[in-house]
DNA sequence: TATTTCAAATAGGAAATAACTATCGAAAAT
DNA sequence: ATTTTCGATAGTTATTTCCTATTTGAAATA
């Protein structure tokens, strides 16, 4: 049995003719009693009785028109579901993020989203760079925001917004700092652990300003940047984050940023997998990030 | 789009394997692969990622997976409903039946059969064996039951109950009518109209007795067998019909019936369209009914 | 890192199915 | 009686489906 057959059947069950539906469907009369008559076999019951110049449609005629016609019409309706799903932005996202990102950036970016297309709702797992990355090649993620390009050859990655880091300390300690002119390898130092991507862009910024880290004065290494900026605020030392973490710690002055010669840029990128096909509401949501970011 | 593409792509989404699927149908790997490859080429999405060892299905495959399961099933269960319905006997009887069998033998039969099948109701329209061969010819009836075989290379005729024709009259009259020995001819006679079947059967009866229908005493030419009943009660004169009809009258004596030296038989049929396919009630009644006959 | 293994894709060809044209035959209309 | 209409049949052709054999590419393993 075959929707062909059907589709075939109702026609001339509508038309009360062989010719009739042939015309409408047009296919060779020939073809229409063949398909009938197979449909019939597989049926066991005749369907149409053949009355010289008309048809009759049998009593199981009339049984399976309706359930035909609907199956025909379910049948076309799955386009229109895939095409209607695929412009309707809705449903769950659930993205990867590290953690500048995932604390201080995309809450506001999915907020906005969320005014454009109010269906959809987000989860947001937060972790390292480098456990998003496994995470989008497991699968686990459509979508993930990273510090870094670990495997561009699987994941693809488009920037996406840059982020700064300062140096900033409690005001006090500041205001001593610039007063006296200390040695920067006396100043009481606050590390992200190894692995956090602050950490990496701040290595690779004292590099570049040739500062040696294992000379500095590391008093604390603390596992996430709300640590560092607790740490900081009750004097502990200084260090260096990102500006969009201690944005409202800056304007009210619970914390203080020293300016340095050089900026501290850091990009963070946008990873999908490069053979994972994106969900309308991750493609909106992508899309939006990217335009964005411009 | 196909419902065989469904039902292969419903195997790999459940295997989550193409060649799963491939063992589960009986169906040779890539000739799943190429059907998933047009039911994705027709929808206009990828309904599978392909991760190298495994796949993983797209967004609008868990859409459509639901929907095509249905699909396929329903499909599946118009085989059933075929199945089911020919072994229920149940819905209208749609009857034509000449004026004896209409009036005298169908209601009791009905009443009959509806005890065996409580789910049938009838519809019994009655009328003349020409009308009623008619509407048969014309397929307004599945069945019927008439007097006379009159297009046996069109409807098929089967034997049914026979009936047999009295020659009666008012008590009074025919105490009369026996006392003094009265030709024939001078009796008042009642008819029925051309086309009965009634008249029919009394004039082929007539001719085989060699009494000329032409020097009889004709009174009246009445319509329906109610009628000749009425008259003959009234006195108008006497008759030839149906002992069915009449069986009540003789019993209580308000009619008498005279004894003729051969009885006169009238044989009834049913008629049924020899291409038309019974409905499974129709079926039913038709096999109660030449049952009943033997 | 190289090798093996596994699963899907591709190529090429055979079988089955669906389609066509031409024609027949029966019933209905003229 | 003739023509017309409509479905069935016959004989082919085109298309589709399905197969086997092989390749490719990714993951697991050595």
Redesign the pocket.
Known sequence: M?I??LR?FAS?YR????????EQL?????????????LEKSLGCTL?D??????EPTSEADLIFPKALQLVEDLERINDLVLKSSQRVKGKLFIGASTIPGNYMLPVLAAKFRNKYPEVSFEIVIADTKIITDML?NHEFFLGIVGASMEPR?LNYEPFLDDELVFAGAPEFMENLTKSSVQIYQIPFLLREEGSGTRKTMEDFLHKMQIDLKKMNVVAILGSTDAIKQAIKVGLGTSILSRRAIAEELENGSLMEMKLSETMKRSFYLATHK?RTLPAQYKAFHDFLVAGSI
Do not use: C, M, W
Request: glycine share 2%; charged share 25%; net charge positive.
């Open positions: 075959d062909h057959q075939i001339v038309n009360r003719s062989f010719s009739k539906a042939s047009y296919i060779s009369q020939p073809t229409i009693s063949e398909h009938i008559k197979n149409f053949r009355l010289g110049r008309k048809i090649l699987i053979k």
